[in-house]
């Protein structure tokens, strides 16, 4: 790394609005957005909030800065090149991989201060929480990975079973299109849509902050394209041969795995994450896909905030950090 994980700086880009705080974390001379809902001197571990893609935005995971709503702190974050962080669209593809999302992780987490948090990750970001778990940090104190496969030819496998079920005509023109090249063709969008609208989410419309994932990562697409591939069916970027299988019984940390009837990740892809976590427990949406924090949004927000309830009570004492901001501490 460019600079010591304790070095990195807190910018202060910071505003009180409703009990949100904004600010960048300086990362190997970047700047990573994020926003704090709620109050780390709460009672309670603040729980940090992991979007996937890779290359999506916080906006579409939003939603659970609800669980703010009972003392909780809730930390979003955008990636390094999403969002509101740094954007590097001239990386070399080889510039973006697992160990540097994981290394701005642990960044965020130290820069805040965060000595005992928990963590949630939703597809991409749950297979990076996952990462994290395995290395089993001190400070973690639980676990929910949500809609994540545990090996990316196990989500293959998936994708090309669901793939197949949808209209002849539909698949017809995604071979089309895949075969030539075309993949920004508007016949071909239109034929990825049918599988989202099945498998990712089945609102309709969608949720305004799950459009506006969907038109940033449009607008930059360099990091979904290097590590995933045009589209969440043909996946031909740098995870394609990731798996995270025979390391998951090194997680330590209560976990809480979530997925949904329809989803893309299918359960033959989550179900290492719950068999061979020791402490895990898995719950299916009936009625959702990919995003059940949007699909059955008051389901899932009491769900887990029951888990975290039952799992990272505050045992007290306060702590000032250098940055700063004050958090409670054992």
């Not at 293959?156 to 005509?169: D, I, V, Y």
């Not at 049918?194 to 309709?204: E, I, M, N």
């Not at 041969?241 to 997925?259: D, F, G, K, Q, Y």
């Not at 009837?261 to 719950?283: F, G, N, Q, S």
Request: aromatic share 8%.
């Amino acid at each position: 790394m460019d600079c010591p994980l304790g070095s990195a700086l807190i910018i202060a880009e910071q505003a009180q609005v409703m009990q949100s705080t904004e600010g960048y974390v300086q990362f190997r001379g970047y700047r990573t957005w994020y926003r704090i809902s709620g109050d780390l001197r709460s009672d309670a571990y603040p729980l940090v909030v992991v979007h996937g893609g890779p290359g999506c935005t916080h906006d579409y995971v939003d939603s659970f800065k609800d669980l703010a709503g009972n003392g909780r702190a809730v930390i979003h974050y955008d990636q390094l090149g999403n969002g509101r962080s740094t954007h590097l669209p001239n990386a070399d593809p080889a510039f973006w991989t697992v160990g540097l999302f994981l290394d701005e992780l642990q960044t965020l987490i130290e820069s805040l201060g965060l000595s005992q948090y928990a963590l949630l990750g939703q597809s991409w970001g749950g297979m990076l929480a996952a990462e994290h778990a395995v290395r089993r940090p001190s400070g973690l104190r639980a676990l929910v990975i949500a809609n994540s496969p545990a090996s990316m030819g196990l989500w293959r496998a998936a994708a090309l079973r669901l793939r197949a079920g949808l209209p002849e005509q539909v698949q017809a023109a995604l071979d089309e299109h895949e075969a030539a090249g075309t993949l920004d063709h508007p016949d071909y969008r239109a034929a990825s849509q049918a599988f989202y609208a099945q498998h990712v989410c089945r609102l309709v419309p969608w949720p305004e902050e799950v459009a506006r994932t969907f038109v940033a990562i449009d607008a930059d697409p360099t990091v979904y394209h290097a590590m995933n591939g045009p589209t969440e069916f043909h996946v031909v970027g740098s995870l394609r041969n990731w798996s995270i299988i025979e390391r998951l019984h090194r997680i330590m940390a209560p976990t809480l795995v979530l997925s949904g009837k329809y989803d893309e990740a299918t359960p033959e892809t989550v179900e290492p994450y719950a068999r061979l976590i020791p402490d895990a427990h898995w719950h299916v949406f009936a009625n959702s896909s990919h995003m059940p924090h949007v699909e059955e949004r008051a389901a899932c927000m009491r769900l887990v905030g029951d888990f975290l309830e039952d799992h990272t009570p505050w045992p007290g004492g306060e702590l000032t950090h250098a940055s700063g901001l004050v958090n409670r501490a054992v």
